[in-house]
Structures are given as C-alpha cells and as structure tokens.
C-alpha cells in the first residue's frame, strides 16, 4: 500500500476548507468500540461461571458477545494428527485436561505463543464475517460494540502478544479460588480423585519452558477475581464492577485492598535491586497507611540508599563492578561444589581395584570436565541453590516496612494489614508473625517460600488451615490471601476521572453503559497514519493564514 493510499485510512482530515472539522474531531470517531478479555486462572477455579456472568452484563450493555476457546484449537490439532497425545482422545476425567496441557506444550515447542496468534485469527475471522459486503476495505470499516472473550491463556507470552496487538482494548482477568473449592469442581466434573493433586500442579508451572507458566500468566492480570463467592450474584456484583469501571462510571473509589496494593506497587518502583523490585506496605485497622517498603540496600543511620543519597548511593548498581552481589556468591558457591565432586570423583578413582579400574575403561571416552559442569549446572537450576537470597545485600521489602515503623516510632503493627507485591519468603514471614500483622495480601506467588511448610502452626494461606501446633486456632494465625481487584497496573487508568463528575447544577454525573465509550481509548489506525494528516492539515491552514491574514 502506497503512503498515499494509506491516508485515505482516516477519512474527512484536512479537506482543504480550514472552516471544516479537525483532525482531533475525525480522530476521534475512529476510536475502537471492541474489547478483548482473556482469562487466566488455576485449574477448578471457575472460569465458566465468570464468562457467564461477564457475558450477560455485557450483552445487557449492548456489546456483541463472542467466545473463543483455545481448547477448540488443541482439540482440532489432536483430531487432525497435528500433534499427538497419549491414548485416544478423551472427552471426560483428568485425561482429558491432561491431553490439553500435553497438546499446549507441543504447540509450544514450535513457538511460544502460538496459541495467541490462533485467538487473533478468530477474532479477525469473526469480524471479517461480520463485515461481509458492508465495506470495501476492511480498514474503512467501523467495528460495532463486540467483546471478544478468550478462553483461556497459560503463558505469559501468550499474553505479551495481545497486549502488543490489541493495546488498550485487551483486558485480562485473573480468576482465583482456594483449593478446596476447587478440588471440589474438579470432583464435580468426573475427574478422578487420585488425579487431582497431580492436575494441579501440572497446571501451576511445569519446569519445561514450553510447558504452562500459569503462575507468571497470572501476575499479568488487569483484575484479579476470587471466585469463592457463596452465590452467582456476588460474584457478578464484582464483575459489573470491573466493567463499570472499564467504562468510566462515576462514584467508583478503590477498595482499601486496591488501594493498599498500589501503594505497594508504587514504593516497590524506587527499588533499585538488579534482581527485581518488590514493594510492601502497612495499613492499620482504621485503613490509614503507617509505612511503605521496598527491597534496597540498608544506608548507615537508618533507611535505605535512594537517588536522594547522591554521591553516598551504594546500591549494586552504582557500585564500581555493578553486579549483584547474590548472584556472585552463589555462583561461587556453584563453582564450591564443581570443586568438591571433581575431588571425590578423583578420589574415588584413585582408590578403585585394578579389576575395577578395567571395568570403567569403556568410560575413559567421556569428557569428565564437562560433565561436572552438567550435572552442577542442573543442580543449581533445579534445587533451591538458584533462589537462595541469603548473600543479597538488600533489604526485604516487608522488612523494611516494618523496620521503618520502629525506625520511626510512628505506629504499631499489632492487627495491621500488610501488602506486598510478592509473596513473602519464609524469613520475612515469620517476622511479620511476630509483629503481629493480622492479614497479609500478595500478588505474586513465591514458589520457593518455606512460609507454609516452618509456619504452618502460625499461618493460613487463601484460607487453608494445614493444622499447627496445639493450641493454635485459625482465627489467631495470620491470614495470607491473594489480592483481589483492580490491578496496579490498572489503578489509574480506572480511578483517575476521564470527565465531568457534576452538572451545571452540581447534580452527579450517572452515566448508562450501553450508552458510553470505553475509558481508555485505543484507535483503529497506525499513528503515523494520524501524524501525516494533521501534518497536512496544518499546512493547508497555514496556507490560507498567509493567503488572507488573521483578523483581529
């Protein structure tokens, strides 16, 4: 297409006459009227009751409603050979999801987000259909309030590429529920009980990179859902919300939960650790904030290095090597028991018998240096070597959230509310036991957290009890709960106003779905596109400035 032809893409900008409209004004009738949702969620969670719950208020605010389900995909794939799985294909039970996961995987294989690619053919292939004859190109064309809901992703590249694709029309809900509750679907849908366990697990992570990363998919999330709801309409009464929101309803205010969240979120941005930046924060029982967190390198005098420390900034990153300080010694660690097993190879086969010797003279082929290297390197990457955080120069972002309080005697944490973007390590889990800190809302799981495993007598995580010590009850132990609500990533776009909130009279502004935009807009066409027709517009403005002058 020629750079003439594709400013025809926006019509009726710049005609010549500088008494006509504006590109601003043409610009904005191309905003997209579509939304894309995805969904990603633990396997039992749910994610049916959601879709329909989501479905009818959508359809009740006159969207256009089609659903796109990736196991269609994985299910034409094993029918056509295209892939294959073990055992016939099964309908019902754990087979079934297993054949899923395994037909995903192998997908995978070949790339990454393959089966992202496949919901954007189905949503192009729905519009395409939609449009029929009704335009001649399908660019001219303008799209009718349509939601498109996909069903659902596993892998964070899955969901990279919508993103990319689809901008600030893409949603992705993350879907949460206990695993009792779970269990209990699965039950529900036939599925074997001695299978259950395993299915879950599979379905949380799987070390093979092609494999489902349903744990980093999740942390993706622009809401965050727990479907435990004990009836449909308290859960749809969240849903609607969500969707409200979307749509720049009036009245809407954070939760205490979002709220706290994002203040988290926003303390864990000044971090500076090369690993990744974690925030936390403290809410007391009257939802005041009393303290903020965020994992850095302790300064001498109290508090944490930050940009304010100047020349004295000693963080990893503006030291001399600018390396991190965990990863150096635990690779030294690494090369520690490179050096103990070549020594008790070594040994051992200095003290093997002649016969002995003999009988692993077939081996004298094999590349020992190497295979040391394998066998540590594997070691490393599959034990919890690799996610050691004893040799970090930085402070936890939970414990400096509490170390601030008593840095600065402005609070206690008895009964308080602690937020934190990552899901504790087992060394700031029992710190925030004996603080007392009541509830505890995270994000991100940790999988290599021992919290549950050395605390179990002292904490409950998203409502599991596993049984403690005696004399501990549920309601003493300290609650761990994922977050749920507006994302931080979200929190802005969904609560900063986007117009009038009152009239003339200063009556509240309430608006009707069905009757609105979306909040966040995203365009139809290329920028470059726009960029070269105000381009042309002002010049022919200026043009008829110079021809006739400006009055006064």
Do not use: W
């Amino acid at each position: 297409m020629s750079a003439e032809a594709k400013l025809n893409i926006v019509p009726d900008i710049g005609s010549g006459d500088v008494s006509g409209r504006r590109p601003s004004e043409a610009i904005a009738e191309r905003k997209s009227k579509e939304l894309v949702i995805a969904f990603a969620g633990p396997i039992g969670s749910g994610i049916q009751a959601v879709k329909e719950r989501i479905t009818e208020i959508l359809s009740a605010s006159s969207y256009q409603v089609h659903h796109i389900k990736i196991s269609d995909y994985l299910k034409e794939c094993i029918s056509k050979k295209l892939i294959s799985v073990t055992g016939e294909p099964a309908d019902t039970g754990a087979e079934r999801y297993i054949q899923m996961q395994d037909a995903g995987n192998a997908l995978r294989v070949r790339q990454a987000d393959i089966l992202a690619e496949y919901a954007i053919l189905r949503v192009a292939e729905i519009r395409t259909e939609k449009i029929g004859t009704e335009a001649d190109d399908v660019t001219d064309f303008l799209p009718e309030r349509t939601a498109y809901l996909i069903d659902q992703l596993k892998h964070p590249e899955e969901i990279a590429l919508l993103r990319a694709v689809y901008g600030n029309l893409f949603y992705l809900f993350g879907v949460l529920s206990v695993t009792p509750r779970r269990e209990s679907r699965l039950r529900s849908e036939g599925v074997e009980p001695n299978k259950i366990s395993e299915l879950i697990e599979r379905d949380r992570k799987q070390p093979e990179k092609n494999g489902q990363q349903l744990d980093k998919a999740l942390q993706l999330a622009d809401f965050f859902i727990r479907n435990d709801h004990s009836n449909a309409e308290a859960l749809g009464s969240q849903i609607k919300r969500f969707v409200d929101l979307m749509h720049g309803a009036n009245g809407l205010s954070p939760t205490k939960e979002e709220y706290g969240m994002y203040v988290a979120y926003a303390a864990g941005l000044r971090s500076a650790c090369l690993s990744r930046q974690v925030g936390a924060s403290i809410m007391n029982v009257d939802g005041t904030i009393i303290s903020t967190g965020r994992n850095d390198v302790p300064r001498p005098g109290g508090g944490l290095y930050g940009p304010e420390s100047g020349m004295d900034d000693a963080r990893c990153v503006k030291l001399e090597a600018g390396v991190c300080h965990n990863d150096v010694y635990k690779r030294n660690l690494l090369k520690d028991i490179k050096a103990v097993l070549s020594e008790q190879l070594g040994q051992h086969f200095s003290e093997l018998s002649e016969k002995e010797k003999r009988c692993v003279q077939t081996l004298s082929g094999i590349n020992v240096e190497e295979l040391l290297n394998k066998i540590a390197e594997k070691a490393y990457e599959e034990t919890r070597l690799s996610g050691l955080i004893e040799f970090s120069r930085s402070i936890h972002a939970e414990m400096d959230a509490i170390v601030s309080l008593a840095l600065k005697g402005t609070g206690s944490t008895k009964d308080g509310t602690l937020f934190t973007y990552t899901f504790p390590c087992h060394n700031c889990a029992r710190h925030i036991v004996a603080a007392g800190i009541k509830t505890v809302y995270y994000l991100e799981p940790y999988e290599k957290s021992l919290a549950l495993d050395l605390h179990s007598d002292a904490i409950a995580i998203d409502g599991i009890d596993a049984g403690g010590e005696a004399g501990a009850t549920g309601d003493r132990k300290v609650r761990f709960l994922h977050f749920e609500g507006v994302a931080p990533r979200q929190y802005l776009n969904m609560f900063t106003p986007s117009g009038e909130r009152k009239d003339k009279a200063g009556k509240a502004i309430m608006i009707k779905i069905r009757e609105v935009e979306k909040k966040v807009p995203e365009y139809l066409d290329d920028y470059r596109q726009y960029e070269l027709k105000v381009v042309e517009h002002l010049k022919k403005v200026i043009e008829g400035l110079e021809g006739g002058g400006l009055s006064s």
